[in-house]
Nanobody, 115 residues
Framework: QVRLVESGGGLVQPGGSLRLSCAASGSIFSIKTMGWYRQAPGKQRELVARITGSGSTNYADSVKGRFTISRDNAKNTVYLQMNSLKPEDTAVYYC?????????WGQGTQVTVSS
């Protein structure tokens, strides 16, 4: 059974930075494409960044150049470095495989960008 636990969210001012972490259980981690998703109030959940098992990355246009996804397969952990944060980045952030499995959703971590 796969379990994903997100952490690292918080309240930050516009222009600030946060680093999110997602710890995964299960031996499938190193071979799976992992992604960070986010869901803002009243909006659908969206994929903002993905990384393959070999380290290739892809980003949504809204975060390109500001967010960086990375992974440490030895630690079964995927990260999201978020810089130059904007109020519109405010959302609950989740990690999951790509495409997602509904049974893998964790609690997420809240990111609030506000002055």
């Amino acid at each position: 059974q796969v379990r994903l636990v997100e952490s690292g969210g918080g309240l930050v001012q516009p222009g600030g930075s946060l680093r999110l972490s997602c710890a995964a259980s299960g031996s499938i981690f190193s071979i799976k494409t992992m992604g960070w998703y986010r869901q803002a109030p009243g909006k659908q959940r969206e994929l903002v960044a993905r990384i393959t098992g070999s380290g290739s990355t892809n980003y949504a246009d809204s975060v390109k150049g500001r967010f960086t996804i990375s992974r440490d397969n030895a630690k079964n952990t995927v990260y999201l470095q978020m810089n130059s944060l904007k109020p519109e980045d405010t959302a609950v952030y989740y990690c999951n495989v790509v495409p997602f499995y509904n049974s893998y959703w964790g609690q997420g971590t809240q990111v609030t960008v506000s002055s």
